[in-house]
């Protein structure tokens, strides 16, 4: 069994509390992966003294410069790529055809980040003055805290790592303790690929304390936060009133529409992928399903008869579909909300339990679940479930589809299936969400436009494409006036 450690001013160093954690595999808790520092507040300070003394030379490193390090990181990003998602499937559970997609959004992030060293664009406009230059540039910030969540392992930590180093930050990373491994595998891929020792540091622990300690820091202006709804507002409070740069990405609650003139094949495949890849784990995840009336019968019971092939199990093993939970407590709510919605009056058309059998008794899982007959109002229509289950609304009419789905507090994705054009637009323009697909499910972001959602779900900024830089940069003005006389704007050229 091996014993892991913190990253800390170039060093893999021990916990100060001397404590550790364990992290199993979730579809088989009896698989050991290791122990993890338990850490505490000082070792968060320990990470922010060093990130701090870093910041001086790998801010003045030239960003063409940091950018060539982080394409190195996307090349050991590829050669790694098959080891990486075995570690990360091990550790989370989500099957290895999506892991590897995991990494594919690494390796992508890693070289649009190289590339932006070269851009990193300011603008230069005409001053209203004569002999008078004026324009703007980008600056670092400083060191930079980042949190996140267990379900992209690796695509989340990197999709805020990359941009910030390459603006010219330090880095405090706390990864989700669920899935530390992997953060401890990416670290060591960027010694390998020759980042400067200090430039990121790495601090495992529970969130209410490392995360919290990070968050609190008055040496860290900036957070980058990627969880829940409830854990993001703790981060906001406290960012706010400490005058920090906070980016907040938070729960969602997508829904699919499916209009009468839809290709249903297509479809089926879309919310089948949707619902219940990565076990309905994604902040994108399809969990409403709107069918028009026209089309809900037929369309459910293919839909159910598809559900019910979903293959179950490790997702190691290459003909699962569908993994684990990430833990006991996820499978447990999963389980609570199903109670609420029987009670509430939905009904259970497809899953709706745990598995029975041998190969299942040492894992978190969870049928993969239908709910039909759910009301807008039911609180599995509104909350965030996270976890293998889809609910399913009649709707009859678009508008009617476009007040459901603008009826949650959150505001991450959504999507149509129509052939009729003039409603996709409607939709795109209507659809009250950071995301809108039209022919396709509510996931499947790609790496070079900025992800984000509105409403509860974030507070404004976008993670990667080009404005993810502009959250890890500070906008800097220079006018140069090369007249050699005061020039007194909005005055002397203007009566
Ligand atoms: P979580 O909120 O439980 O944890 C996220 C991170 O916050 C973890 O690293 C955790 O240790 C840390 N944390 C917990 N308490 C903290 C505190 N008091 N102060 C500071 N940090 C603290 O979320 P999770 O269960 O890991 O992930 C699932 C959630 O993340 C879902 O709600 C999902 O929708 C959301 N998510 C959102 C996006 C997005 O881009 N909008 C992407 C992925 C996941």
Redesign the pocket.
């Known amino acids: 069994m091996t014993t892991f450690q913190n990253f800390i001013a170039g060093k893999w160093v021990g916990p100060t509390t001397g404590r550790y954690f364990e992290n199993r595999n979730p579809a088989d808790i009896s698989d050991l992966i290791g122990k993890f520092p338990d850490s505490s507040p000082k070792d968060v300070a320990n990470a922010v003294q060093a990130a701090s003394k870093a910041f001086g030379p790998w801010s003045r490193t030239p960003a063409p410069a940091r950018g060539d390090i982080l394409r190195r990181v996307g090349d050991l990003l590829v050669e790694r790529k098959d080891a990486l998602a075995d570690a990360m499937t091990r550790e989370m559970g989500k099957v290895v055809a999506e892991t590897k997609g995991d990494v594919q959004e690494a390796i992508d992030t890693a070289y649009y980040a190289a590339s932006e060293g070269r851009r990193l664009f300011g603008h230069t406009v005409p001053s209203e003055l004569r002999q008078k230059w004026a324009m703007s540039y980008r600056r670092p910030i400083g060191v930079v805290g980042l949190?996140?969540?267990?379900?992209?392992p690796l695509a989340?930590p990197t999709w805020k790592m990359f941009p910030a180093l390459l603006c010219g930050n330090t880095i405090v990373l706390?990864?989700?303790?669920?899935v530390p491994h992997t953060a401890t595998l990416l670290l060591q891929l960027l010694l390998d690929a020759g980042l400067p020792p200090g430039v990121v540091q790495l601090v495992h622990g529970?969130?209410?304390t490392v995360?919290?300690a990070?968050?609190e820091h008055p040496g860290v202006p900036v957070i980058s936060?990627?969880?829940?709804?409830?854990?993001?507002a703790?981060?906001g409070e406290t960012c706010g009133r400490m005058h920090k740069r906070v980016s907040l990405?938070?729960?969602?609650k997508n829904a699919m529409i499916v209009m009468d003139d839809a290709d249903l094949d297509l479809a089926l495949d879309g919310v089948v992928w949707g619902a219940f890849g990565t076990t309905g784990?994604?902040?994108t995840a399809t969990s409403r399903l709107l069918l028009h009336k026209r089309v809900h019968d037929r369309f459910l019971e293919r839909l159910v008869k598809r559900v019910e092939t979903l293959v179950l199990g490790d997702g190691r093993k290459p003909k699962t579909d569908v993994g684990p939970l990430v833990h006991e407590a996820a499978r447990d709510k999963v389980e609570r909300y199903l109670a609420i919605a029987r009670k509430q009056g939905a009904e259970v058309v497809a899953g709706g339990g745990r598995p029975s059998g041998k190969a299942f008794d040492k894992g978190w899982f969870y049928r993969p679940t239908i709910l039909a007959g759910v009301s807008p109002d039911h609180r599995v229509a509104n909350e965030?479930i996270?976890g293998p289950v889809l609910s399913v609304i009649e709707v009859g009419s678009f508008d009617e589809a476009v007040a459901i789905n603008n009826g949650v507090r959150y505001g991450?994705s959504s999507s149509i299936y129509t052939r009729d054009v003039n409603l996709a637009f409607r939709a795109i323009q209507e659809l009250d969400n950071g995301i809108t697909y039209v022919n396709a499910p509510t996931i499947g972001a790609e790496a070079h436009l900025p992800?984000?959602?509105i409403k509860e779900?974030?507070n404004g900024h976008r993670?990667v494409g080009w404005e993810g830089y502009h959250f890890f940069s500070e906008t800097k003005v220079c006018y140069v006036d090369y007249s050699g006389t005061l020039q007194r704007a909005q005055i002397d050229n203007y009566d």
Do not use: A, H, W
């Open positions: 949190i996140t969540p267990f379900n992209f989340i706390k990864p989700s303790e669920d529970r969130g209410e995360g919290k990070l968050v936060f990627t969880g829940s709804t409830t854990t993001g703790f981060v990405e938070m729960g969602g784990q994604r902040c965030e996270f991450l992800f984000g959602g779900t974030g993670e």
